[in-house]
């Protein structure tokens, strides 16, 4: 299936691919249903952008650039553009995953399942970002740097500094850290004075 003006392709079994193909009209790839593909991966190539238009989805994995996917700027965007406030839900992968690209606009993000999932670019979404199951883990310029809060459920979200560089706003320091049988880990550059300024974190409940 094709969608140009943006432009939405069917690759292969259960793969979603979006990127721009140079058509008039932009590089975005609007969709407006909600609840689908939940066992299907989502793939948004560099230039490309999937708008979720005020509806939540539901996917599998989520993948950048085939070559480069795992490099800051290796992915395109995931937004919302919508007033409307929707919630992008991703599923886990089959192996530890990196997404370059940035997820963006007025949504929520819900990431469960097992496996690593390694965040490499500023993501600047403004709803709450929740993980469950496997490591989250914001290395290189990963941010939730404008999630409302953070809730972490039997799972342990990592803000990484020894990578390609420090980022002292990974997470905004006005939204809370919410622990259900959670762990929030903090790994900083050796040999260096770090500090890093978050919310408050609440133990809501131990493991």
Do not use: C, K
């Not at 406030?85 to 929520?108: E, K, V, W």
């Amino acid at each position: 299936m094709y969608v140009n003006y943006g432009t939405l392709q069917m690759a292969g079994p259960n793969r979603l691919f979006a990127a721009p193909m140079g058509a008039p009209g932009g590089n975005s790839a609007q969709i407006n249903w909600a609840n689908w593909m939940p066992n299907s991966s989502l793939s948004v190539a560099t230039g490309g952008t999937r708008d979720l238009a005020g509806n939540d989805q539901w996917i599998g994995p989520l993948f950048g650039t085939v070559t480069n996917g795992g490099q800051t700027g290796g992915g395109g965007i995931v937004t919302n553009s919508s007033a409307t406030p929707a919630t992008f839900r991703m599923m886990s992968p089959t192996a530890d995953t990196t997404y370059g690209g940035s997820i963006t606009g007025n949504l929520n993000l819900l990431r469960q399942g097992g496996w690593s999932y390694f965040f490499a670019a500023p993501n600047t979404f403004t709803g709450s970002a929740t993980v469950t199951g496997g490591a989250t883990r914001l290395i290189d310029q990963g941010t939730f740097q404008n999630a409302s809060s953070v809730n972490v459920r039997n799972s342990v979200l990592h803000w990484e500094d020894t990578g390609l560089q420090a980022v002292t706003n990974r997470l905004s320091p006005t939204a809370p850290i919410n622990l259900t049988a959670g762990v929030f880990n903090w790994t900083s550059r050796a040999d260096l004075l770090n500090t890093i300024d978050g919310g408050t974190v609440n133990l809501l409940r131990g493991a």
